[in-house]
């Protein structure tokens, strides 16, 4: 059973970062492996953010966060990244990071997943 546990949220203003990190366990890599950040804000649908094929390293991002956050993976260690520049208002939600196994690894995808972690709160004010 994969275990997943996200750190690193916080409140920041508008025009700062945080980087979010993501441990996995229980979690078998292979050429389908995709794992990626989805968000929730209050009263919104789930929104993909970014994906990353974890054997090849390939990514997307939601249009949303282009040029801003950055996904990235030390699979040595079984952890996730996202790097988040340039924060605005409307980054304010639930971040959580998810795994699944697909042959279409986006952000769409992994907004889908069923195995998540518990969440940690991104706040940005203006």
């Known amino acids: 059973q994969v275990q997943l546990v996200e750190s690193g949220g916080g409140s920041v203003q508008a025009g700062g970062s945080l980087r979010l990190s993501c441990t996995a366990s229980?979690?078998?890599?292979?050429?389908?492996?995709?794992m990626g950040w989805f968000r929730q804000a209050p009263g919104k649908e789930r929104e993909g953010v970014a994906a990353?094929?974890?054997?090849?390293?390939?990514?997307d991002y939601a249009d949303s966060v282009k040029g801003r956050f950055t996904i990235s993976q030390d699979n040595a260690k079984g952890t996730l990244y996202l790097q988040m520049n340039s924060l605005k208002p409307e980054d304010t939600a639930m971040y959580y990071c998810?795994?699944?196994?697909?042959?279409?690894?986006?952000?769409?995808?992994?907004?889908?997943?069923?195995?998540r972690g518990q969440g940690t709160q991104v706040t940005v004010s203006s």
């Open positions: 998810a795994a699944l196994r697909t042959w279409s690894c986006r952000p769409y995808t992994v907004a889908e997943a069923s195995s």
């Open positions: 990353i094929y974890t054997s090849r390293g390939n990514t």
């Open positions: 229980g979690y078998t890599y292979n050429i389908n492996s995709c």
